[in-house]
């Protein structure tokens, strides 16, 4: 991140003056409906905000689903202009004429709880795979956003950070979800020294100790994770505190059993390379 806001209302980053300004665009509340996959939920949404392209500027023919890391909602891709201005992800691609779906993974956010859900990133990818399609049909349709003309044979790409990174991996071996991925801030290889320890007892592991540092008990599904010991591990050295601040008060409920698999080194190791 840069290390310091930019004007309410631009986009220039740190240290290149001049930049083209980026303005906060239409934002529209969206849901999908993911009961089928949540049994013994007689509802369960997936909740998103779509970003479309300002007037003027011609729409693509690509939707991008993004999806947020652990303890973030999809505030991480589209946060308000009075929280941190110029650093909406949505709003960059909304200019260059890209409708953008930012999501909120279930039980986080203002999509579904997520009582009794086994959570592990194959779930949640299973869940975000119906809300992709459901996507790419109401962007065919014309149904995807108020004023946002039908797209005809939609490319849907898929994106995701971290934890989000490796569902959108997961989800995309498994389903072929999407035409295209982009995986940040996420890696698939597994370092030498842990390649003869079995996957399932680092993910046991490492749910233990999510559990430990949230402060909730063994059984605890999804919990608020505090965010200032994570600092050397999200920010680097140049990030200011106000921007620390403004970042960490957009954080939500996180998957512990999701979070585990994605701090595991080499868990979607064989889902890479089938994609």
Not at 132 to 157: H, M, Y
């Amino acid at each position: 991140m840069p290390d310091q806001f930019t004007s309410p209302g631009r986009a220039e980053r740190a240290g290149s003056p001049g930049q083209e300004e980026v303005h906060e665009h239409a934002t529209h509340e969206v849901s999908f409906d993911v009961s089928r996959a949540v049994r013994g939920a007689s509802q369960a949404v997936i909740a998103g905000s779509v970003v479309v392209p300002p007037a003027g500027v011609p729409v693509r023919p690509t939707v991008v689903l993004a999806v947020p890391g652990g303890t973030y909602p999809r505030a991480y891709w589209h946060p308000s202009q009075t929280v941190l201005p110029g650093y909406s992800f949505c709003d960059h691609l909304a200019a260059a004429g890209y409708v953008t779906v930012a999501v909120d993974n279930i039980g986080t956010g203002l999509s579904s709880p997520a009582d009794g859900l086994a959570g592990t990133p194959e779930v949640f990818g299973e869940l975000l795979h119906i809300a992709a399609c459901e996507a790419r049909t109401r962007a065919a349709d014309g149904t995807l956003a108020p004023g946002l003309a039908a797209i005809s044979e939609p490319e849907v790409v898929g994106i995701g950070h971290s934890l989000g990174g490796r569902i959108t991996m997961l989800q995309q071996a498994v389903w072929r979800t999407y035409d295209r991925i982009g995986v940040f801030g996420y890696t698939a290889l597994t370092p030498p020294d842990a390649r003869d320890q079995p996957i399932d007892e680092r993910v046991q592991k490492a749910l233990e100790g999510l559990r430990a540092a949230a402060g909730v008990g063994p059984d605890a599904e999804f919990a608020e994770m505090p965010r200032v010991p994570l600092r050397p591990f999200f920010y680097g050295p140049f990030v200011s505190e106000e921007v620390m601040s403004a970042d960490e008060s957009l954080a939500t409920s996180m998957g512990l059993l999701a979070g585990a698999c994605a701090s595991v080194s080499g868990y979607a190791s064989r889902a890479a390379s089938e994609i």
